[in-house]
Antibody, heavy 121, light 109 residues
Framework: EVQLVQSGAEVKKPGESLKISCQGS????????IAWVRQVPGKGLEWMGV????????RYSPSFQGHVTMSADKPSGTTYLQWNSLRASDTAIYYC??????????????WGQGTLVTVSS | EIVMTQSPATLSVSPGERATLSCRAS??????LAWYRQKPGQAPRLLIY???TRVPGVPARFSGSGAGTEFTLTISSLQSDDFAVYYC???????????FGQGTRLEIK
């Protein structure tokens, strides 16, 4: 069974750093792109970027480039989303999602449960 | 940047009736278009990809159509489970981008 399990909710202050995780299981971790998607509570979905765990190639949305970093650890089957300096506007739910089993098609069929990040002074 | 615009923002339909949701791209995305359903407190679920291909396990009452800049998701006979928010999503290979529409809320009339 394919599963993506994300790390738990976080409460941080502006300017602090944070790294959240998404562990995949039940499939070939290295062979599917993983997307990170932001959702401010009550609002829509925003694509942040994708990472290919096989070689850690990343592609970022211009809206998030330079503010977040995606990484992957193949042995543990885990991808990460990291901030060096959080802002209050980063308060949101963050989802990871797996690319479907069709190379070159960027649709996402399995999603993590989401990680709520709250940034407040 | 490719902008995806969904309409209407909110759609009120009675159970058993048909619902038609629209998604328009600011430039052609060929058939690189997916539809997701998101229920409150849950992650999105992929329903349709490639504009018209239903994901295995998705009920046949869901169908997608369109190409280029105009796309439609049709739900033929609404069930209680279908009242949720629906998002379209495109991808483009050069330059690489992925964009979601702002969503259509499907509510019970």
């Amino acid at each position: 069974e394919v599963q993506l399990v994300q790390s738990g909710a976080e409460v941080k202050k502006p300017g602090e750093s944070l790294k959240i995780s998404c562990q995949g299981s039940g499939y070939s971790f290295a062979s599917h792109w993983i997307a990170w998607v932001r959702q401010v509570p009550g609002k829509g979905l925003e694509w942040m970027g994708v990472i290919y765990p096989g070689d850690s190639e990343t592609r970022y949305s211009p809206s998030f480039q330079g503010h977040v970093t995606m990484s992957a650890d193949k042995p543990s089957g885990t991808t990460y989303l990291q901030w060096n300096s959080l802002r209050a506007s980063d308060t949101a739910i963050y989802y990871c999602a797996r690319q479907i089993k069709a190379p070159g098609l960027y649709y996402f069929d399995y999603w993590g449960q989401g990680t709520l990040v709250t940034v407040s002074s | 940047e490719i902008v995806m615009t969904q309409s209407p923002a909110t759609l009120s339909v009675s159970p058993g009736e048909r619902a038609t949701l629209s998604c328009r791209a600011s430039q052609s995305v060929a058939t690189n278009l997916a539809w997701y359903r998101q229920k409150p407190g849950q992650a999105p679920r992929l329903l349709i990809y490639g504009a018209d291909t239903r994901v295995p396990g998705v009920p046949a009452r869901f169908s997608g159509s369109g190409a280029g800049t105009e796309f439609t998701l049709t739900i033929s006979s609404l069930q209680s489970d279908d009242f949720a928010v629906y998002y379209c999503q495109q991808y483009n290979n050069w330059p690489f981008s992925i964009t979601f529409g702002q969503g259509t809320r499907l509510e019970i009339k």
